[in-house]
């Protein structure tokens, strides 16, 4: 019995069309998995059966029967929930608040908390899914909140089940737990659907896997039929193994440490625990971790937004007494974010404006205070051409570009300024293959120029490929330092987990 | 001379940049139609309504024009400093409502020392540039205080700049100007308020039989430099990265160094000598003491005028001047039987349509296509 | 003790129509719609309290007509932030200065003067204030015993906010539309319903502190006098007490004792503080809330998604 079925669904966006033509048909019971790169249309096609966006053409049909559905709340009504890729979680409500809103059980016009909380356990203990009822969903660690976001739709008598990108923000270890709960929701009768870009997880969960690539459905396969070369060759059109260029450098002097650093988050917990480490000149350390586990307190601390409560920071060998953004800049240090919006760049400013932030007041940028227009217009379209940012139009502002294009706007901005440092934070987050590899290439390129850098990422296959040396920051603490040749994935998403430890062996 | 024209106005290479000048002028079309609806509503006849108001506002060259004119560009000059107030700091991401305040700080300051003894023996070249510093220093200080407090300490600026305003009010009206206060004329000579400025210390006058001074070509000059220090120095690079970001914490100019708290700082400090200066010509070239009441509001009114001028420095400018067109010719408006506030209610229509600037965009938008569809119809042969 | 429960009487007096203003802030922020526009509907609501009450010889008429024009302003103000998703500040700018001109507009119209209407009935003569006069010998109640109905309004409201606010069904859909509308309209929750409900209801609590101005103490309508700076004391308030009903309780009754304290400091002055112009007096409250605001923590954080247009997703 077909549970979802699409027919011919076009979706146009004023500059491009996310879904062109789309037909699928999706099993009861099944867990079918909808892969594709970034900007395939496999996440715009869902919100399109759950609501949030109305087709421009095209029908939708829930268990054989034609639907209209304009907004979340008719999907509700079809037994269809979502779990999103942001989460849509309001952080100052209590999980219980936030499983239960839209949906609540009153006493008349009152809102019964105490019968929300017992209704929220009895889901928990249902579906094997723990949590505290009473916390507040900012609490909590990011593997637990999806549990939070699962439960939400399952209280809805949810048959249909969507997860937009789940394992984005997991390590092995939770999404295996992940993979149970989904195998559990299947032999409950419940039809999944799982829309990922990661092919190794696919091929372990899903029972049919269909390919989007630029808003077309390349194919519908059987995954006992494929594998997940093929997969990617149907993503890409070419094939895609990342590749991490070849690169043998010695390492140099210490450009960059951290020694016995505290730092406290806003809420006043102690988030990093006396941690210490130093990056030397032409290597690349990476520091792996789950989100959430001190590497933004290290990230704030660096840049000095955070002041620690205890141990300095230094740079080449220079202690920093006052750390300030534009300090640790003077003294070599640049930086590529992850959040692109809020710290990478100033959205609506053009992207000439944008790529010479940081070093505005310098000649020939700027002479005693005045802007040269004629410099920046050079230098801009230079950098734009090199870091082959598109389209190359120096005048566009940096919202009208890409995700990857963004990225690499910034990272023409912060490689071109003078440093020996690299503070690269989830440097590919929300790129595609294309993008991700410029980047990889990139940062290898600093690497042979004797930079050192400090790569702070949630994947682990990143990790292991570019790093030289690699620290797992767990609960605030570095509770292991090894090498990608004397480790494995298995074993680095133990040491995340705080279940294993490996102190460096002088 | 054309080209630095052509710089200014489409030289910034902006696709649509003729959609910023067209939203604030369809909401004063779209407001006067309103308005007169308004009045039609009321029983009253908007022609005659409109006829006298813009033949009274100055704009329009006629009878006793030299006057009409004159009042106009010395409303104008003070319409705009508020404005430029209100906009230097909103384009830095700030919320300041502190230009009412700042302006009588900078009356107050203007009439001191205007009157002082030891600054009247000079001559006007150097008494007024004197003056005029004093004025931006202290109205500057009045700003600088709430800029302080929000970069050092995070105090929103809204309730700060409200808070001095009143703290301003009260301790000018309550203290210093009043009879028996510090700065009040002695009662042997008759004068409540402040003593008279020195002739030395009024703005000289530039129109042959009219108040008309120079405070406007002060402003012109003003508006000039403020626009050249937002859109070609560092200074206002960094400023307007701020305000672009301000909703994030102002995270991504930080990250690049730039120096937030001090930025802040200066904004508010240039933000209060701009309005200040505007106060000191109420002092300099109309009333020429601070009187012991004053009617204000010229500060609040800068906020409408930045509104309409789009937060622009050219913008502001042409805006101050519509808005000292409205009020200029307010007072005729009175013989059709309309109170004089009514310009009041057409700028706050100006602003509503511009707070419905979506909508506006929306309705343009369609009318260029509608246009082009006719067009298209036309050329294939359809309509004969 | 007649000075203590004079004064607390004084100071609720005052606090009144800036309590039942900031209530009109705090539900609206709430739901994450910025309304600077209270000071604009308090002064429309004094006008047409007075004019209703007027037309009627009713205070209670006059009431009603206040909150009549609170919603249609509030209504103003909805269409534009949230079916058009318009900047939320400049339309509450808008109100604000249209409110003065069209309001000496109709006082000419109706009252054919300049800057006051002539006096009518008001809520406190003595014939309509609450009294419990049983109270009146009793410290500190004893300042309840003759109040306006204003006051106990505000006082009711608050309450009731709070109820709302924190333990119905439909508070909690407020709050979690301002903290993050798009989760909320994942979940069903009709967004822009809320927003409009919000906005009204926040305006009618704004109009009947309006009302308070002119009806309650006084009994007529003065152009200059009336609101004056109290609607944005009232948003000041607001923030003070962390957008939440008991908070903008508590900083109303902490800027209305400011002003009492200053009335009691002239009062009884004595020697050298008889010296003091009346301009530091008058200051006062205001430099008291500046380094109440240093004090107390600086940095106010509001609903997460407060003054954020919502632009639904096609």
Known sequence: MEALGVRNIVKQFPNVLANDNVTLSIQEGEIFALVGENGAGKSTLMKIVYGLYTPTSGEIYVFSKKEDIKTPEDSIKLKIGMVHQEFMLIPRFTVTENIVLGDEPRKGFLFDYSRAVKEVKELSDKFGLKIDPTEKVENLPVGIQQRVEILKILRRGAEILIFDEPTAVLTPEETEELFKTLRALKDNGKTIVFISHKLNEVMEIADRVGVMRKGKLQGIVNKTETNERELALMMVGRDVVLEVPEADVKRGEEVFSVSNISVKNPKGLLSLKVVSFSVYSGEIVGIAGVEGNGQAELVNAILGFWKPVSGKISINGEEIKLITPYNMRTKGMAYITEDRKRRGLVLPFKARENVIMGQHTLYPFSNKGVLNDKEIDTFATKKLQEFDVRPLDICSKAESFSGGNQQKLILAKEMSMKHNFLLASQPTRGLDVGATEFVYRMLVEEKKKGIGILLISLELTEIMGLSDRILVLYNGEIVGEVTPNETNEEELGLMMLGLKRKEKVQ | ?384 | MQLLNQSIAQMLDFAAPILLASLGGVISENAGVVNIALEGIMRFAAFFGVWGSAVSKNSWVGLLWGIGIGILVGAFHAYITVKWAGDQIVSGIAINVMSLGIITYFLELIFRTTGYSPSVQYFGSATNRINLSFLSKIPVLGAFSRLTIFVWFSLVFTWGLHFLLYHTVLGLRIRSVGENPIAAETLGVNVFKIKWFSVIIGAIFAAIGGVALSLGTMASFNNTGVAGGKGFIALAAMIFGKWTPFGAMWASFLFASAQVLQFILQATATGIAAQIPVGFYLALPYILTIGALIGVVGKAIGPAADGVPYKKES
Do not use: C
């Open chain 2, 1 to 384: 001379m054309k080209e630095f024209f052509y710089r200014i106005f489409v030289g910034r290479r902006e696709k649509y940049w003729w959609m910023n000048l067209l939203v604030p002028l369809v909401s004063i079309f779209l407001a006067l139609i309103v308005g007169a609806i308004f009045i039609k509503s009321t029983g009253r006849s908007p022609i005659l309504a409109y006829k006298l108001l813009f033949n009274a506002s100055g704009l329009i060259p006629g009878p006793f024009w030299r006057s009409s004119f004159a009042e106009l560009l010395l409303s104008s000059s003070m319409f705009i400093a508020t404005g430029l107030s209100f906009a230097i700091a909103a384009k830095g991401g700030l919320f300041s409502i502190g230009a009412e305040g700042q302006f009588i700080v900078g009356a107050v300051a203007a009439a001191y020392f205007g009157y002082a003894k030891p600054f009247t023996g000079l001559s006007a070249i150097v008494h007024i540039p004197l003056i005029l510093i004093m004025v931006m220093f202290l109205g500057g200080l009045w700003g600088l205080i709430a800029g302080y407090l929000k970069a050092k300490r995070g105090i929103h600026e809204v309730i700060v700049t409200i808070m001095l305003n009143w703290i301003a009010f009260q301790l000018i009206e309550g203290w210093l100007v009043p009879t028996g206060g510090p700065m009040s004329a002695k009662v042997e000579t008759g004068v409540s308020g402040t003593p008279y400025i020195s002739p030395t210390a009024k703005l000289p006058i530039i129109l042959y039989n009219t108040r008309l001074n120079i405070s406007i070509l002060i402003m012109i000059v003003v508006v000039f430099l403020i626009w050249y220090l937002l859109y070609r120095t560092t200074f206002g690079y960094e400023i307007r990265a701020m305000g672009f970001t301000s909703i994030f914490n102002m995270e991504a100019p930080k990250v690049s160094g730039v120096n937030t708290s001090k930025r802040i700082m200066q904004i508010m400090f240039i933000s209060g000598a701009v309005a200040a200066l505007g106060g000191s010509f109420i002092v300099l070239g109309i009333l020429f003491q601070y009187p012991p009441v004053f009617e204000g509001g010229y500060g609040f009114d800068g906020i409408v005028v930045a509104l309409i001028g789009q937060n622009e420095p050219f913008g502001i400018f042409l805006s101050g001047i519509l808005v000292g067109a409205l009020r200029t010719g307010s007072t005729a408006v009175q013989i059709a039987r309309i109170p004089k506030t009514f310009p009041q209610i057409i700028e706050g229509l100006i602003v509503a349509f511009i707070a419905l600037q979506v909508l506006v965009r929306y309705l343009l938008f369609k009318l260029v296509k509608a246009k082009k569809r006719v067009k298209e119809v036309k050329s294939e042969g359809g309509i004969s």
